[in-house]
């Protein structure tokens, strides 16, 4: 039995209460937990202190503001992302995301701005100390080898974040509380290809809101995920596709893909090949397969998730055409 | 130490347990329930599956500070007054549901958290329910069947209850 390390936990009432605990030394957020309290059984990470954010006031909820964008707070759980109807009905790329994400109990932990902020995986990192220890360690924890591409210099933990390229095909952005305070963080800037931390933020700024502005008219979305069992599972390829088709039209199209590398990535030439092909026609259908092909020449997973990667590979076209195809249909 | 108040099975509880300890920890160390099971320890299996003001959620992954003040329902507090089995537990027995029994108690809070708020579930509609609960023994069909027999037994005891 893997035990959890000595913690003491802090419970702030407010954001400026939370972000002064978290400018201590090992101070750590602390929302649903679903994947930080096995990280720490892993001792992939060493906190003195969680800082719960439970109790502060006005993380929680989804609203719509004025201009018609979903402001979601930090703390939302997924279960309630995905079954919200404002969700459901303005970012389905998102509900269906956050309705994908581990099983049903951990969706009612988990939040959206912990998966937003997902640690990166891999299959040499997500281990116990004793695993890691005894295959000499790796460069994401302790180590200066890196077991997935061997002589590699760059740690390649994959982004495994359902809801990351969701958001990423509707343009949201994070709302950031500083001590200096508040910015806008566009998703597009957030993540960098570096698997040992991903995220373009300091420890001592907290995420209170994801913002997902008011989409396109005719905007449709789809999220499908890959993954050995129907439940519970991070991805081993993740798909979300945005199509904007006004008046049956395609106007715009997008594709991101997560769980290949580092950072979620986004698939080039959608909307080249997609806009102006009417829906339900054999056009638009041979569009979406050359979109799966472009995905297929631009993706190579590598070895750093459960997975074959070559069946992953093979996968990719196959889950953009099947996003697609659900978007479109 | 901290010293934490919570409400067990409509119980006032106040416990004094280390700051990281799990309500895992809590249930069934300081107040004795150990109903709720601890499977993989990793938010996986959900034989520690417990209801939360109302949410079912797995206690391991649950820091006992995090459910200060709230109510938590878990596999014993479903027997009624009289040491009466709930109908979700009576429709296990009958059903067949149970074999060793490890993952009972978070399938029976799983059922008992679908029904509270979907009284008369489709199959597909208990599968999903359960997609966070491993069982290694049954094959899952039984279990299944147990959750939709309590579906039928609760409605027609409501029923009844009416037309009393």
């Keep these: 039995m893997l035990r959890l390390p000595q913690l003491q936990v802090a419970r702030p009432r407010t954001v400026e209460e939370a972000l002064a605990l978290l400018g201590g030394e090992g101070a750590l957020p602390f929302a649903g937990g679903t994947d930080l309290l096995p990280n720490l059984k892993h001792r992939l990470l060493a906190p003195q202190t969680l800082v719960s954010l439970a109790g502060v006031e006005g993380l929680s909820g989804v609203s719509v503001d004025p201009g018609g964008a979903l402001v979601i707070g930090a703390t939302t759980r997924l279960h309630e992302v995905a079954e919200h109807p404002e969700v459901r009905a303005r970012a389905p790329a998102l509900a269906m995301a956050a309705g994908l994400v581990a099983s049903p109990q951990i969706r009612r932990m988990g939040t ?14 997500n281990q116990s100390a004793f695993w890691r220890k005894s295959l000499g360690h790796c460069l994401k924890k302790d180590g200066a080898v890196c077991h997935v591409v061997p002589g590699g210099q760059k740690c390649v933990a994959a982004a495994s974040n359902d809801t990351a390229p969701a958001l990423l095909t509707l343009g949201a952005s994070l709302t950031v509380a500083t001590a200096a305070g508040t910015r806008e963080v566009p998703l597009e800037s957030l993540w960098k290809p570096d698997g040992v931390y991903n995220r373009r933020l300091a420890p001592n700024e907290l995420v209170t809101a994801i913002r997902v502005p008011a989409q396109a008219a005719g905007h449709r979305g789809a999220y499908l995920k890959l993954r050995p069992r129907e439940s519970f599972d991070f991805p081993l390829l993740g798909v979300a596709v945005r199509v904007d088709a006004a008046g049956g039209v395609v106007q715009s199209a997008d594709v991101v893909v997560v769980a290949l590398q580092a950072v979620p990535r986004r698939v080039t030439g959608a909307s080249d090949e997609l806009a102006g092909k009417a829906l339900g026609t054999q056009e638009l259908e041979a569009a979406i397969v050359a979109v799966g092909a472009r995905a297929h020449q631009q993706c190579r997973p590598l070895p750093n998730v459960p997975g074959d990667p070559d069946y992953r590979r093979e996968m990719v076209p196959v889950f953009v055409r099947r996003a697609l195809r659900a978007a479109a249909g | 130490m901290i010293d934490l108040e919570l409400t067990v099975n409509g119980e006032l509880a106040r416990v004094r347990v280390e700051p990281g300890a799990r309500l895992l920890d809590v249930l069934r160390g300081p107040l004795g329930l150990p109903g709720t099971k601890e499977g993989c320890g990793n938010g996986e299996c959900g034989a520690c599956t417990v209801l939360v003001a109302g949410r079912p959620v797995c206690a391991c992954l649950t820091p006992a500070a995090e459910v200060e003040g709230l109510e938590v329902l878990t596999v014993e507090g479903l027997v009624g007054p009289g040491g009466d089995l709930s109908a979700v537990q009576r429709a296990f027995v009958e059903g067949g549901g149970v074999q060793c029994g490890f993952c009972t108690p978070g399938m029976v809070m799983s059922v008992h958290a679908l029904l509270e708020r979907n009284p008369d579930p489709t199959p597909e509609d208990v599968r999903e329910a359960l997609t966070g609960n491993l069982c290694r023994c049954t094959g899952y069909a039984q279990i299944v069947e147990s959750a939709l027999l309590a579906a039928r037994k609760r409605r027609e005891a409501r029923e009844g209850g009416d037309r009393a």
């Excluded at chain 1, 959206?112 to 990192?125: E, F, P």
């Design chain 1, 112 to 125: 959206l701005g912990g998966n937003v902020l997902l640690d990166t995986r891999c299959r040499y990192v």
